[in-house]
Every structure is written in structure tokens, then in C-alpha cells.
């Protein structure tokens, strides 16, 4: 179904040989499964500015690491408008065709590698995307965040916010029997970032869908 050359892309790619149907399980993704520490230790005189990986995260204990006993899933390049998708499923990392992939296309899936707080402030040129889409968004990173500052729709969402607590306040004024505005949201059940991220198991905890982690081995075929 799939062969190993080089890629325009970035070193060597996986391209189709045959039609491949979109729904299609193209390949599990194999290597070594490690925990995050190991992986770390493995890479851990790897320098900061090579974005090269063949680590794969499963969940915030294991990790694959394909630049040991992996397989040719390993050489699927990432793509931002990508005709493949990674998912886990019983721990394990399988490449799914979501559209139909036509003899000779290069096979590609989004890694959205993921972001981190101390993060140096050129990562998405260090991990600049080369897929060549037309909707490329530059990185191989997860897309940013949205900013929580105020601007555009958030401004005029914040206006009408204003506008209608000047309305509940007169009501309130009207009425004292009215709900206060302020018992609708309780600080205490507020999602807490905090949660969402767990320090020891940096850049791999939580994540629901499979995605190469860092840093990376330079092994090679
Ligand atoms: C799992 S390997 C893919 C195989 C790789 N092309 C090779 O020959 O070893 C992942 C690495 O390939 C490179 N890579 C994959 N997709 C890329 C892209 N769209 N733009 C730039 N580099 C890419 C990055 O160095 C990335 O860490
Ligand atoms: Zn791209």
C-alpha cells in the first residue's frame, strides 16, 4: 500500500503505491513504548534547535519511540492539510486515510506538536513547517491559543456585556427580588489551566490525540 523515498517534504516521506480509501487503517506506529523519563534521558544531549523526532505520544505515561524498532510509519511527514490522522486506540498508534489518497501522494498527517510555557521564542521557526499546502500555517506546532485580551468581537462582546450589566443593575435597582448577575458564576468551579497540564509529564500529559512529542533521536534508517 505504501513505499519509503525521499520527500520534498523533509527527508524521507511514506507515499501511497495504490488507491487508498479514505476510512483506511494505513499503518500502526511502532517502536520502542517508554515512559517520558526514559525518553528524556534518551534525548537528553539532543540540542534545542534540531526539531527532528520520531517520538510519539500515547498517553502521560507512555511514549513510542520509533527511532527504535519502529516501522515505516515513522517516515509520515507532517502536513497541515493532511490526508491522514493519528489516533489511539487500546494504547496503541494507528495512521487512518480521512480522504481518499490517490497512487503517488505523499502521505501526511498534523502532528500539532505541542506548546509549551518555556517555550524560546523562536519554536515555530525551529519547528517551521515546510508541507507546502496552501493553507500551511507555518509551524508544526498545535496552532496558538487564542489570546484572552479583549480585542475585535471579545471587545464588542465585552460592550454588550457592559451595556446588559447596566440593564441588570437598574432592574436590580427595580427589583430587588431579581437573581444577582454575580451568584450566575462561581469563581470556585472556573476551569483551572493548571489542571490541564501536569509539569512532571511536560508537553505529553492529557493529550487526546496521538502526536509526536520532543525532544527527538536523529536515528535514521
Ligand atoms: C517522524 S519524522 C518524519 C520522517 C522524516 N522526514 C525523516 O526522514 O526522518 C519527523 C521529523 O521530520 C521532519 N518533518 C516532518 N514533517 C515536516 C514538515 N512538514 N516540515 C518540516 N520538517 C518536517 C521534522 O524534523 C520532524 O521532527
Ligand atoms: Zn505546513
Do not use: W
Not at 497541515?80 to 487512518?96: H, L, Y
Not at 476551569?191 to 527527538?216: D, F
Amino acid at each position: 500500500m505504501i513505499e519509503v523515498r525521499h520527500s520534498p517534504v523533509h527527508g524521507y516521506g511514506v507515499f501511497a503505491l495504490r488507491r487508498i480509501r479514505k476510512g483506511t487503517t494505513v499503518i500502526e506506529y511502532l517502536g520502542d513504548r517508554i515512559s517520558h523519563e526514559e525518553a528524556d534521558e534518551r534525548y537528553s544531549d539532543k540540542d534545542a534547535k534540531d526539531n527532528h523526532t520520531f517520538l510519539f505520544t500515547v498517553d502521560a505515561k507512555t511514549v513510542i519511540d520509533a527511532g527504535r524498532n519502529g516501522n515505516e510509519a515513522r517516515f509520515i511527514n507532517h502536513g497541515c492539510d493532511p490526508n491522514c490522522e493519528s489516533g489511539i486506540m487500546t494504547k496503541r498508534v494507528f495512521i487512518e486515510a480521512i480522504r481518499t489518497i490517490q497512487p503517488g501522494e505523499e502521505l501526511v498527517y498534523d502532528y500539532q506538536i505541542q506548546r509549551d510555557p518555556d517555550d524560546p521564542d523562536d519554536v515555530d521557526e525551529i519547528f517551521a513547517c515546510r508541507c507546502g499546502a496552501a493553507s500551511c500555517r507555518g509551524s508544526m506546532l498545535e496552532p496558538k491559543k487564542q489570546r484572552r485580551g479583549k480585542s475585535g468581537a471579545r471587545k464588542r462582546q465585552a460592550k454588550r456585556r457592559a451595556g446588559a450589566d447596566d440593564r441588570r443593575a437598574k432592574a436590580k435597582r427595580d427589583a430587588s427580588t431579581r437573581r444577582n448577575a454575580g451568584t450566575r458564576r462561581n469563581a470556585g468551579t472556573r476551569r483551572n489551566a493548571g489542571t490541564r497540564r501536569n509539569a512532571g509529564t511536560r508537553r505529553r500529559a492529557g493529550v487526546k490525540r496521538a502526536r509526536p512529542g520532543r525532544p527527538s533521536p536523529r536515528a535514521r534508517r
